[in-house]
């Protein structure tokens, strides 16, 4: 894995329907070992922030550097390349394809740009065993629960090694008790990898175990200050 290192200076976006900014000249600077929890209400533009962290979306003005590269410089082949490398991505749906296997949902990173060695076989087994699915790689979708397709997703995200993670609403669509153990592996799949995790949440308890947690209000990150 490269360098986990982000950079975000004075991003700015802005969408035609609404009336002010949705980012204004923010940043954020992470480095490897870093979780971040961002919380707000709906609508304030944080799964906005993740998209354009995520390179799936470009700010209308300012910076992003990821591992000493500039993604937003990138011809768009270049750039989905570079992003599915370096980014990996867990949402509040798992985005599992049905027609496929556990095992194979797992590798789509490494489908998507080149072959399957045994390498990669190795580390999908070795990240289904972590996330206690070994025992289903022939599995479809539909024959899993819902903590389990999002522990799935889990290990696909982490796939290529990327020193990026972004969770936006991971555990939102999870019970109490499953929420808790999504939140156990994601933590303990990020702390093992020394990468760069940033939590999108309205989850409490999720954004309290986050190193640090912070609040976007008027298109800007500010710190929370922990409870107690």
Do not use: W
Not at 26 to 49: E, F, M, R
Not at 178 to 194: I, K, M, P, W
């Amino acid at each position: 894995m490269v360098e986990a290192k982000l950079e975000v200076r004075a991003i700015h976006k802005t969408f035609e329907s609404a009336d002010k900014p949705v980012l204004c000249d923010l940043n954020l600077s992470l480095s490897g070992g870093d979780s971040l929890a961002v919380i707000g209400p709906s609508g304030s533009g944080k799964s906005t922030l993740l998209n354009i962290i995520g390179t799936l979306d470009t700010p209308d003005q300012g910076a992003l550097e990821l591992s000493g590269r500039d993604p937003f410089s990138l011809d768009e082949p270049d750039l989905a390349r570079f992003r599915n490398n370096a980014v990996g991505f867990v949402f509040q749906d798992h985005h599992l394809l049905p027609q496929y296997s556990v095992m194979e949902n797992v590798l789509l990173p490494v489908l998507a740009f080149g072959n399957v060695n045994d390498t990669f076989l190795a580390r999908a087994k070795s990240l289904l065993d972590r996330v206690g699915l070994g025992h289903r790689l022939d599995y479809r979708p539909e024959k899993l629960s819902g903590g389990e397709r999002q522990r799935t997703a889990l290990a696909r995200a982490q796939i290529m090694n990327p020193p990026l993670l972004l969770a936006d609403e991971p555990t939102g669509n999870l019970d109490g008790e499953t929420a808790q153990q999504a939140g156990d592996l994601l933590l303990e799949l990020h702390r093992e990898a020394n990468n760069i995790l940033i939590v999108v949440t309205h989850s409490e308890a999720l954004a309290a175990r986050m190193q640090q947690c912070m609040r976007l209000v008027d298109g800007r990150l500010e710190p929370v200050a922990p409870v107690g």
